[in-house]
């Protein structure tokens, strides 16, 4: 017999999958591709990608374990795991052992384990990084969302997870928490965190604290809400982000002792599906976790960097009279064109799905829209990820001029693909709505 697709009617497949796309950053990674094979100029600002290279001491590190071929322990290699626990103690004086730490193939493989052992709503603010809610939606989890605002900074804000959590005040939950943030680059200050705090003990969440930006503060200074609420938070963390380190795929999950029960139901799951996470990479993140004079100079060139590309981008997207989320981390520049509705409609604009289309396909600038981070359709909202540079140029070029904030002129530069799909964009826009 021969089989074709009618053979297998799309009938049978799970509910909770149809209808999904593939994720929006890895689509919009592969249509770039696709464009810039066919000989389009392309700027790649919709993959949130570290530009850095992985730190040379953390590259050298796999080097010497290329051989190692055993399988680990499920929970993680134990001399990582220490590292891991060190790390957030050192970092943010918050308390861990090596017992209380989980190792497994990216930080996005454990979110999704956490949400298959605990039966409870997922909540989360939106804008949100793309895949939380897809997650939820394969595992048949109910998804809350709390509405931020561009007045807010596109943050929750206390009363919000507040009013969410009081219509059934005894429901499980956990509460996601990203910050520096995906796709605002906002972060959150200590009395903010301690407010948030408040509201998670009093509604016994489980709070996601997902970290995985924490050492790309603009400033060096983050602060972990696992400080104020100990007893409840899961730091999520990893290698893709500070590290530069996204195709090696290395996330962590810390747990506080009185969570212990719901690592035991990760690991579990972990067991019955990646087993373990490869044994060179966990020797070589061994090493970026120890941390040490090497990786912090790199942390705070990678700073700087990010710090001047975000000032230099954020003034001419003002000159244009796009309004910026302001951003402390990260990568990233939430836009928000709302204020340009009505000229945009009389384009056809009207939703922020068509207007990435358009830019792109105009222009080859590649921004993702609003409502793949959750915001509704119709508003005109995107997601632009500032990374489209030579890392490892710029990080040697800031390092030649140490001790001072970067200006234009590096930006300009320095990371010249950046500027140049900046001024694109907002030629384009001016073009389309003429002052």
Partial sequence: MKFRRSNFPD???????RGLSQSATLAVNERTKAMAAAGREVFRFGLGQSPF????????????????????????LDLLRDAIADYHQRKQGVEFGADDVLV???????????????????????????????????????????????ENGWRMTP??????????????????????GNPTGGTYNGDELKALARVA???RVVLLS???????HHRGRHVS????????????????????????????FAFPHSLHWLRDALAVAASETFTSTSAPIQFAATRAFQGGTEIEDYLTSARRVLRAVRRSATAALDRAGVSVAVAGGAFYLFLDLESKREALAARGITTSDRLCRELLEDTGVAILPGSDFG?????????????????????????AVPGKDLNGAFYEAQTPQVARGIDRLCSWLRAKVPS
């Avoid at 009938?11 to 999958?17: A, D, F, I, K, S």
């Avoid at 930080?107 to 895949?131: A, C, H, N, R």
């Fill in 210 to 216: 997902d970290e995985i930006y924490g050492d790309l």
């Fill in 201 to 203: 003990r009093q509604y």
């Fill in 225 to 252: 809400i696992a400080r104020y609420y100990p007893e409840g938070t899961i730091i999520s963390t990893g290698l893709s982000k500070w590290c530069g380190a996204g195709g090696w795929r290395l996330g962590t």
């Fill in 104 to 150: 497994g193939p990216g930080s996005k493989e454990l979110m999704f384990l956490l949400q298959l052992v605990y039966y409870g709503d997922l909540v989360i603010p939106t804008p949100s990084w793309v895949s939380y809610a897809p997650q939820a939606t394969i595992i048949g989890r109910q998804i809350r969302w709390v509405t931020t605002t561009p």
């Fill in 159 to 180: 009363d919000e997870l507040s009013a969410l959590c009081d219509v059934d005040p005894a429901r499980p939950r956990i509460v996601i928490l990203n910050y520096p």
């Fill in 11 to 17: 009938v049978h497949l799970n509910l909770n999958v």
């Fill in 53 to 76: 290279p992985i730190p040379e001491v953390v590259v050298e590190a796999l080097r010497r374990h290329a051989h190692e071929k055993d399988y680990l322990p499920v929970l993680g």
């Fill in 375 to 399: 915001r509704p359709p119709t508003e005109l909202t995107a997601r632009l990820a500032y990374v489209d540079f030579d890392g490892e140029a710029a990080l040697l070029a800031a390092e």
